[in-house]
């Protein structure tokens, strides 16, 4: 069973996001989900950037990135929408990294890098009307045509943090869906 590393949203780690990470650990992974806002959780996305602004991005992803201390290498980074800013520079940087679930955002590779590490296999996730999602489209895209490992699901729909069951925005046929995707992935691992 896979170690997973699991990053909330800009609205904190809120009761969906460990639904989600308790689905994965029904699966008999082991998911850990550090709380990036020190218990903070918000009622909107305006208001989560709001604090991460006042904080200071740079000192929340250092939050994320001190997540890992203590932890193995062999870890899957997961993240949701923000999230995904630290899960991907971590998989993509980390040694032993196996693998990695961008959840409703993609950073460009060049990023964190010059290619996709190639093994590393990663899913990204995504709603098609999404205005947030469809800026990463772009570079979704463009890291699944570097990688043989790669993989990009987009679902019908404009919502953002689809498969958050705590949000206004939860579609639980889509958030279904990329659970049955995730476990799949995570499987093998």
């Known amino acids: 069973m896979a170690e997973v590393l ?6 904190g780690l809120t009761s969906g996001v460990v639904a989600f990470a308790d689905a994965l650990r029904e699966a008999r992974h082991t998911v850990h989900t550090p709380d990036l806002f020190e218990g903070r959780t918000f009622a909107s996305i305006e208001e989560g950037f709001g604090y991460a602004r006042g904080v200071g991005f740079d000192v929340v992803r250092r939050r994320g990135a001190d997540a890992v201390d203590g932890l193995g290498e062999a870890l899957v980074y997961a993240g949701f929408s ?8 971590l998989a993509q ?9 961008l959840l409703c955002s993609c950073m460009p590779v060049a990023e964190y890098g010059e290619r ?5 296999p990663v899913q990204v996730h995504g709603k098609e009307g999404d205005e947030f999602f469809d800026e990463d489209l772009p570079a979704a ?10 993989e990009l699901f987009v679902y019908p729909g404009d919502e953002h943090l689809f498969a958050d069951s705590s949000l206004d925005a939860y579609d639980p046929d889509a958030a279904a869906l990329l659970l049955e995707r995730v476990r799949a992935f995570l499987a093998p691992l």
């Open 93 to 101: 940087t980390r040694p032993g990294a196996r693998g990695a679930l």
């Open 82 to 89: 923000f999230g995904v800013t630290i899960a991907q520079q």
């Open 141 to 150: 895209r463009e890291l699944v045509a570097s990688s043989e490992r790669a």
């Open 116 to 120: 996709w590490p190639q093994d590393v």
């Open 6 to 11: 699991l990053y909330h949203h800009i609205q």
